[in-house]
């Protein structure tokens, strides 16, 4: 499993984002938002996770950053085996 956090809008005020890819080949990117009780920090749920969506080959590693001159948003890349 391998895990990024990455702050995806160049925006320091926006929190980071987690993102995690899977040797099954699953990208999951989450954005958690814990919230302080009585007891402790609440835990995950549902709405935190923004993508899952799977990518048909082992995911060997995610980085993110910007990659392409004419496109002014961070960039995901995940690098996986396409051929054996």
Known sequence: M?????NMHLNF???DKIVIGS??????IFNP????T???WSGFKAEDVLLESPLQ???LQIE????VSYVAE???VCSGLSHM
């Open 2 to 6: 391998l895990l990024l956090f990455k």
């Open 13 to 15: 005020h926006i929190p």
């Open 23 to 28: 040797y099954h080949g699953i990208l999951r």
């Open 33 to 36: 938002k814990p919230t302080k």
């Open 38 to 40: 009585d007891g402790g």
């Open 57 to 59: 080959m082992p995911i």
């Open 64 to 67: 993110a950053g910007k990659y």
């Open 74 to 76: 961070i960039c995901l």
